[in-house]
Every structure is written in structure tokens, then in C-alpha cells.
């Protein structure tokens, strides 16, 4: 929303119309969690000091002679305001706009309805969708930002009340920081609060202790600053000096999330590759986990300079991991592509790879119900590691964990599946669908478990995939339980279970009838193993791909491999004795209908549509009417 006119006057701007809606339902919905303002304008600062720290590794004359960097928080109660001050990387006139104008980040829509719709605190979202900023509006009724950006001599001063407009203008080189960024906020008759030392001072505590530079609280203007935390980088301790407090917080702060760390891996590796990691799985699920585009957040440090905040140091089916890598032997000064393309780290991804997984099946083995955790809210992730990383899919597999026809809650592994299998079973059953519960309906499972053979349930987009190409436990394959015949015939039926009373042989004529009335929609109709109670089911041509699978490829708009299925008739069900009967007294119209019908019914039980459903809506009415008018 820039304005045509000479740079050296004030301008107004107006905020997007997103922003201004977004200002209005920040101040006034989340009340109760305004304290996190701080750590987020004290994220920034720290933010801001990293990237100056890093410039002035090419360009050395940024800096002052033996100057460090600090974020400093001012106090003064005389005049309103809370000021967080940082001799950072500053910000030029552009920044302005695009950084502090718009929330430049696709979330923001997202967040609204989050917001309005969910229960969920705004803290937890604030952090996850990066609009940190504007957290100030919750307690400030203006907030003004003095600026100077390293390197320049000219300096801004943004002005807004937040309400939808905000204003830019020069100001003095005197009347700015020499680097860096002063956030004002003027705050408002709710926030007083704030102007209390031991209040702030507790604030930065809680939830800023883990910032990587130095925080300095001055409780009047002119008072002596007092150091509130040192600004150490956790990852360079050593983990006997680290508590679990430190490591939550330096979590929180690195994650913007707000819950624990469901699991944390700190170590050093040495040798030829040398580098000091600190990671953590998340306690909860990030918003965008299953968005492609947006990548984990993991930190890439030099000796403690940050070298890139997003590299491509994680497979993207760890991306839900956050971390730190620092190694004192990357390259700095060159371009952070060449970075990613050298051989070091190639070595320090695989290392990183290797060992969280590693550390993933450690806790898989030793604590199931903590790593049941992780798997329920990054499973269908690491799963994405099954079809992509072949190399690493037997480790995979074995933590991984499965809702069955045995337990439907997700807890098992193969290893259990393989445990429990029964005599002459020869493969691996699974069924691929929406949800868990709904492919526990299918038919398709109804001989499965009369023969007590536990079927794997698979619900989650990439199951489709990975079991296609995945090799098998234990010498036996993964078969989809609706694919070719099923071969489990050899497997004893548990007593009780309903064996049919008639040969299948018995139907001959039956089945080629009902081939020849469905010849342009199935590739055949034959006698069933796998059902038990329903009348029929569809399933897969013995080399055809799996029948959920190209329901997803034909949603995706890939319908070459369409594919005709195959049409499965229990012959221990009474109307097939009907059909047979009716077929017999050459009805043929009613004939054809019925099995129309038996069709369309098999395709509504595999959440497909009728073939044709006005043609179904008129047997159907044909058929209805018989049965009524007898
Ligand atoms: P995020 O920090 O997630 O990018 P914010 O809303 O907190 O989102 O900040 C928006 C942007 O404003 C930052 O990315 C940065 O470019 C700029 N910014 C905010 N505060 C500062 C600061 N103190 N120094 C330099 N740039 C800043
Ligand atoms: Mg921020």
C-alpha cells in the first residue's frame, strides 16, 4: 500500500484489510495472555542481533570496535512506556512496509479462523503463524519503532494505533539508535501493569531466559541496566549443566510453541565431521505440519553464528523436528546454497538423520506410551519416510504403529502383527481408506475375520503408496485385502464362523449370467472368500493397483490407471440361492436388476456412487414396486 511521494516526508499507509481485522480481534479477544508481547518483541531483537551478527561476518565495519550485542528493556513510568531495544541488524524504509505493514505470511487467514473458531490459546497460535509483532497492539495503544538499519545513514520512525492505518517518517540520526531498533509501546490504561520492574523482570524469566543474546532491564530511563540472562547457546553446554527447565524454555523459543518437548536429543559428534546438535520433538502438533511448502525450523549456527534459519537439514519426514546445529567447521562466508551443497553437510544430515531415528526407536522400544505420543501427532508424517527414504524404511517400520482389526486404537507394530499370525497365513493384510473406523466396515474384511487374520487399517494419504513398494516383514508381503483373489482359504475358519453350504462350483451359470449383465463396468464376477455376512464386494484384479489407491490418484485427476474392478458374490448369503432361482425362471429384467443393484450397492459400501444413479433410482423403484404390490 505505498504512496507516491518524496521519501523524506511523513507518509500514511493503511494496514491489509486482514491486518486491521486481525488488530481488533488480538486486542480485544485474548485478554488473558498478553504477557507473551515481550517475548515476542524480545524474539525479534534477538533475531535481529543474529542477522547483524552474521552481515558483519563479510562486512566487518558494521560493527563498532568491541561491541556485543544486547537487548535492552526500558522502563518509564513517568511517560507510559515499555521500550525493547536492540543494537541488531535495524530495519530500512522497505522493511517497514513489508515487515511491519503486512503480515506478509500466508497463515494469516488461517489464524483468523483459528481464532475465531477454536478454544485454543493465542499464545500457542501467535508463535506458530509469526505475526509476533502485532502482539504489542494487546497492551499498547500506539507503538512507534525507531529504526536505523546497519549500514545507512538515513533512520525511520514507524508510527501506528494499530486500528488500521500506520505512518512513516525520517527521523534524526541523533534521535536514533546507531544500529538497530527501539520498539516504543505507549502503553494502554490496562497495561500499567507493566511498567513494574519485578513484573517484567518475571515475564523475561519465564519465557525469554533462553534467548541467545543478552537481556538488560533498565527500570527507569536513566537507572543502571540490570543483566536479566546472559544469552548463553544452550547447545554449546555441556547436558550435565543443562536442567529440563533450561531445555523447555530454549524449546519454547526456538519452536514458538508454548507446549514441552515430547522428546530431546542433545550430543556432540566428533571425528571428521564436528558439530554440537540440540533437538526436540514437539509436544503438539504444529498448524502447517502436512504443508509442504513450509519447512522445519531448524537453526544452522557457525561458532554461534547463525548461518540460515531454514536449511534443508532434516528428511521431509522429520520436518516436525526443531533444532540447532552448530559446527565450528562450516564455511561463513560463502552463499547458504553453496553451505547446503558441501560434502560437510551432507555428512552432518546424514549424522542428524541417523541419530534421531535412532533415538526414535530407542524410545519406541524402551517407552511406548511416551513414543505413542509422538507417533499419534507425527506418525502419518514419518510414514512419508516408508515410500521416500528406502534406505531408512526398515528402522522406520519397525516403530512404526498401526490401527488393526485387533485394536483399532493405533498401538500396534508388525512386530505384534507378525506375532499373531495365523497357520498357512502367507502375507500381510491391509486396507487402505479414509478412516480407521469405516475400513473396519468394509466387507472386504468380513472372511478376514472369520479366519481370525488381523488386517492392517491404513487411513493416512501415504499408506496408499509405501505399501506398494515396501518389501514385507519376516519374508512375508503387504496384500492389499482388495487385491486379486485372496488366498486365505487355506487359513482354518475360527469355529462358529459360516461355512457355505454350497460348492462354489454350485453357481457357474449364476456367475457368468451376472459377468455378461455387468460387462461394461467390472472385469469379472466371481465366488468369494473374503465375505462373510455381506452379500458382495468389489475388490482389485489380481495385478491391478489397490482399489482406494485409484480412488486417490482419480481425486488427484490421475485416471490412467483406471481400472475395472472385480465383483465378489458370497455364496453362503440366502439371496444368492434367490438370484440363482430367478435366474432360472428367465425373469431376466428382474434378473438384470438385481444385479445391477448388488453392484452399485458393493460400490456405495467403498464410498464410491452409483455407476449411473438414475438408472439406479429406476430399478431400484422397479424392484420396490414388486416387492410392495405382493
Ligand atoms: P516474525 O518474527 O515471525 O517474522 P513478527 O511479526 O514478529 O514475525 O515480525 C515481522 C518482521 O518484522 C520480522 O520478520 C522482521 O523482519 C521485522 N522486525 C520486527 N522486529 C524487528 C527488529 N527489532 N529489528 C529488525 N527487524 C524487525
Ligand atoms: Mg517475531
Given at each position: 500500500m505505498t504512496q507516491e511521494s518524496t521519501t523524506m516526508e511523513s507518509e500514511r499507509h493503511v494496514f491489509q484489510a486482514d491486518v486491521a481485522r486481525l488488530l481488533h480481534l488480538m486486542v480485544h479477544s485474548i485478554y488473558s495472555e498478553r504477557d507473551i508481547f515481550l517475548r515476542e518483541l524480545i524474539s525479534n531483537a534477538a533475531d535481529a542481533c543474529e542477522k547483524l551478527r552474521y552481515e558483519a561476518n563479510s562486512n566487518p565495519s558494521l560493527l563498532g570496535e568491541g561491541e556485543s550485542f544486547a537487548i535492552r528493556v526500558i522502563l518509564n513510568a513517568e511517560n507510559g512506556t515499555l521500550a525493547v531495544e536492540d543494537n541488531g541488524v535495524g530495519m530500512a524504509r522497505e522493511d517497514l512496509t513489508t515487515a511491519l505493514g503486512t503480515?506478509?505470511?500466508?497463515?494469516t487467514r488461517v489464524f483468523l479462523e483459528k481464532m475465531t473458531a477454536s478454544g485454543k490459546g493465542a499464545a500457542e497460535l501467535i508463535g506458530q503463524f509469526g505475526i509476533g509483532f502485532y502482539s504489542a497492539f494487546m497492551v499498547a495503544d500506539r507503538v512507534v519503532v525507531e529504526t536505523r538499519r546497519a549500514g545507512e545513514d538515513v533512520a525511520w520512525r514507524w508510527s501506528s494505533d494499530g486500528k488500521g492505518e500506520f505512518e512513516i517518517s525520517p527521523l534524526a540520526l541523533e534521535d536514533a539508535p546507531r544500529h538497530g531498533s527501539r520498539v516504543v509501546l505507549h502503553l494502554n490504561e490496562d497495561s500499567k501493569a507493566y511498567l513494574e520492574p519485578g513484573r517484567v523482570e518475571s515475564i523475561i524469566g519465564e519465557h525469554s531466559s533462553a534467548v541467545a543474546t543478552p537481556i538488560d532491564l533498565l527500570d527507569t530511563p536513566t537507572a543502571e541496566p540490570r543483566r536479566l540472562s546472559e544469552g548463553a547457546a544452550l547447545w554449546t553446554k555441556p547436558k550435565s549443566e543443562i536442567t529440563e527447565e533450561q531445555y523447555r524454555e530454549f524449546y519454547q523459543e526456538l519452536s514458538g510453541q508454548f507446549d514441552s518437548p515430547a522428546l530431546t536429543v542433545h550430543w556432540r559428534a566428533e571425528g571428521r565431521a564436528e558439530y554440537a546438535v540440540l533437538a526436540f520433538v514437539p509436544g503438539s502438533r504444529p498448524f502447517d505440519l502436512f504443508d509442504p511448502a513450509r519447512k522445519g525450523r531448524t537453526k544452522l549456527y557457525s561458532r554461534r553464528v547463525l548461518i540460515s534459519r531454514d536449511s534443508d537439514l532434516l528428511p521431509g519426514y522429520l520436518r516436525f523436528v526443531r533444532l540447532v546445529v552448530d559446527s565450528p567447521d562450516l564455511p561463513l562466508n560463502v552463499s547458504r546454497e553453496m553451505v547446503q551443497e558441501s560434502p560437510l553437510f551432507a555428512a552432518i544430515k546424514k549424522g542428524v538423520t541417523n541419530r534421531l531415528l535412532q533415538e526414535l526407536g530407542k524410545l519406541a522400544e524402551m517407552d511406548r506410551e511416551k513414543f505413542l505420543t509422538i507417533w499419534k501427532n507425527f506418525g502419518a508424517v514419518i510414514k512419508e519416510g516408508l515410500y521416500e527414504d528406502p534406505e531408512r524404511r526398515d528402522p522406520l517400520l519397525k516403530m512404526a504403529r498401526f490401527a488393526t482389526t485387533t485394536s483399532q486404537d493405533g498401538t500396534r507394530t508388525l512386530a505384534d502383527y507378525v506375532s499373531a499370525l495365523r497357520p498357512n497365513q502367507t502375507a500381510i493384510y491391509y486396507l487402505v481408506g479414509e478412516n480407521a473406523e469405516r475400513i473396519a466396515a468394509s466387507p472386504q474384511l468380513e472372511g478376514f475375520r472369520a479366519r481370525g487374520i488381523e488386517v492392517l487399517l491404513l487411513s493416512d494419504p501415504v499408506d496408499a503408496f509405501w505399501v506398494q513398494t515396501a518389501a514385507g516383514v519376516d519374508g512375508k508381503p503387504f496384500k492389499s485385502a482388495t487385491q486379486g483373489a485372496a488366498d486365505i482359504k487355506t487359513v482354518e475358519l475360527l469355529d462358529g464362523a459360516k461355512k457355505p453350504d454350497e460348492p462354489a462350483s454350485a453357481f457357474a451359470d449364476l456367475i457368468s449370467r451376472a459377468k455378461e449383465t455387468l460387462a461394461t463396468v467390472v472385469e469379472d464376477v466371481r465366488i468369494s472368500d473374503r465375505l462373510s455376512e455381506s452379500l458382495a464386494c468389489l475388490v482389485a484384479p489380481e495385478f491391478g493397483p489397490d482399489l482406494r489407491l485409484q480412488q486417490i490418484l482419480a481425486a488427484h485427476g490421475q485416471s490412467a490407471m483406471d481400472m475395472k474392478p472385480v465383483l465378489e458374490i458370497n455364496p453362503a448369503h440366502p439371496l444368492v440361492i434367490s438370484l440363482e432361482t430367478l435366474m432360472k425362471r428367465s425373469e431376466s429384467e428382474l434378473f438384470e436388476d438385481a444385479v445391477w443393484l448388488i453392484f452399485d450397492e458393493a460400490r456405495l459400501l467403498d464410498g464410491a456412487p452409483p455407476n449411473d444413479a438414475s438408472a439406479f433410482a429406476a430399478r431400484l423403484t422397479r424392484i420396490l414396486s414388486k416387492a410392495l404390490a405382493t
Amino acid at each position: 500500500m505505498t504512496q507516491e511521494s518524496t521519501t523524506m516526508e511523513s507518509e500514511r499507509h493503511v494496514f491489509q484489510a486482514d491486518v486491521a481485522r486481525l488488530l481488533h480481534l488480538m486486542v480485544h479477544s485474548i485478554y488473558s495472555e498478553r504477557d507473551i508481547f515481550l517475548r515476542e518483541l524480545i524474539s525479534n531483537a534477538a533475531d535481529a542481533c543474529e542477522k547483524l551478527r552474521y552481515e558483519a561476518n563479510s562486512n566487518p565495519s558494521l560493527l563498532g570496535e568491541g561491541e556485543s550485542f544486547a537487548i535492552r528493556v526500558i522502563l518509564n513510568a513517568e511517560n507510559g512506556t515499555l521500550a525493547v531495544e536492540d543494537n541488531g541488524v535495524g530495519m530500512a524504509r522497505e522493511d517497514l512496509t513489508t515487515a511491519l505493514g503486512t503480515i506478509a505470511n500466508s497463515g494469516t487467514r488461517v489464524f483468523l479462523e483459528k481464532m475465531t473458531a477454536s478454544g485454543k490459546g493465542a499464545a500457542e497460535l501467535i508463535g506458530q503463524f509469526g505475526i509476533g509483532f502485532y502482539s504489542a497492539f494487546m497492551v499498547a495503544d500506539r507503538v512507534v519503532v525507531e529504526t536505523r538499519r546497519a549500514g545507512e545513514d538515513v533512520a525511520w520512525r514507524w508510527s501506528s494505533d494499530g486500528k488500521g492505518e500506520f505512518e512513516i517518517s525520517p527521523l534524526a540520526l541523533e534521535d536514533a539508535p546507531r544500529h538497530g531498533s527501539r520498539v516504543v509501546l505507549h502503553l494502554n490504561e490496562d497495561s500499567k501493569a507493566y511498567l513494574e520492574p519485578g513484573r517484567v523482570e518475571s515475564i523475561i524469566g519465564e519465557h525469554s531466559s533462553a534467548v541467545a543474546t543478552p537481556i538488560d532491564l533498565l527500570d527507569t530511563p536513566t537507572a543502571e541496566p540490570r543483566r536479566l540472562s546472559e544469552g548463553a547457546a544452550l547447545w554449546t553446554k555441556p547436558k550435565s549443566e543443562i536442567t529440563e527447565e533450561q531445555y523447555r524454555e530454549f524449546y519454547q523459543e526456538l519452536s514458538g510453541q508454548f507446549d514441552s518437548p515430547a522428546l530431546t536429543v542433545h550430543w556432540r559428534a566428533e571425528g571428521r565431521a564436528e558439530y554440537a546438535v540440540l533437538a526436540f520433538v514437539p509436544g503438539s502438533r504444529p498448524f502447517d505440519l502436512f504443508d509442504p511448502a513450509r519447512k522445519g525450523r531448524t537453526k544452522l549456527y557457525s561458532r554461534r553464528v547463525l548461518i540460515s534459519r531454514d536449511s534443508d537439514l532434516l528428511p521431509g519426514y522429520l520436518r516436525f523436528v526443531r533444532l540447532v546445529v552448530d559446527s565450528p567447521d562450516l564455511p561463513l562466508n560463502v552463499s547458504r546454497e553453496m553451505v547446503q551443497e558441501s560434502p560437510l553437510f551432507a555428512a552432518i544430515k546424514k549424522g542428524v538423520t541417523n541419530r534421531l531415528l535412532q533415538e526414535l526407536g530407542k524410545l519406541a522400544e524402551m517407552d511406548r506410551e511416551k513414543f505413542l505420543t509422538i507417533w499419534k501427532n507425527f506418525g502419518a508424517v514419518i510414514k512419508e519416510g516408508l515410500y521416500e527414504d528406502p534406505e531408512r524404511r526398515d528402522p522406520l517400520l519397525k516403530m512404526a504403529r498401526f490401527a488393526t482389526t485387533t485394536s483399532q486404537d493405533g498401538t500396534r507394530t508388525l512386530a505384534d502383527y507378525v506375532s499373531a499370525l495365523r497357520p498357512n497365513q502367507t502375507a500381510i493384510y491391509y486396507l487402505v481408506g479414509e478412516n480407521a473406523e469405516r475400513i473396519a466396515a468394509s466387507p472386504q474384511l468380513e472372511g478376514f475375520r472369520a479366519r481370525g487374520i488381523e488386517v492392517l487399517l491404513l487411513s493416512d494419504p501415504v499408506d496408499a503408496f509405501w505399501v506398494q513398494t515396501a518389501a514385507g516383514v519376516d519374508g512375508k508381503p503387504f496384500k492389499s485385502a482388495t487385491q486379486g483373489a485372496a488366498d486365505i482359504k487355506t487359513v482354518e475358519l475360527l469355529d462358529g464362523a459360516k461355512k457355505p453350504d454350497e460348492p462354489a462350483s454350485a453357481f457357474a451359470d449364476l456367475i457368468s449370467r451376472a459377468k455378461e449383465t455387468l460387462a461394461t463396468v467390472v472385469e469379472d464376477v466371481r465366488i468369494s472368500d473374503r465375505l462373510s455376512e455381506s452379500l458382495a464386494c468389489l475388490v482389485a484384479p489380481e495385478f491391478g493397483p489397490d482399489l482406494r489407491l485409484q480412488q486417490i490418484l482419480a481425486a488427484h485427476g490421475q485416471s490412467a490407471m483406471d481400472m475395472k474392478p472385480v465383483l465378489e458374490i458370497n455364496p453362503a448369503h440366502p439371496l444368492v440361492i434367490s438370484l440363482e432361482t430367478l435366474m432360472k425362471r428367465s425373469e431376466s429384467e428382474l434378473f438384470e436388476d438385481a444385479v445391477w443393484l448388488i453392484f452399485d450397492e458393493a460400490r456405495l459400501l467403498d464410498g464410491a456412487p452409483p455407476n449411473d444413479a438414475s438408472a439406479f433410482a429406476a430399478r431400484l423403484t422397479r424392484i420396490l414396486s414388486k416387492a410392495l404390490a405382493t
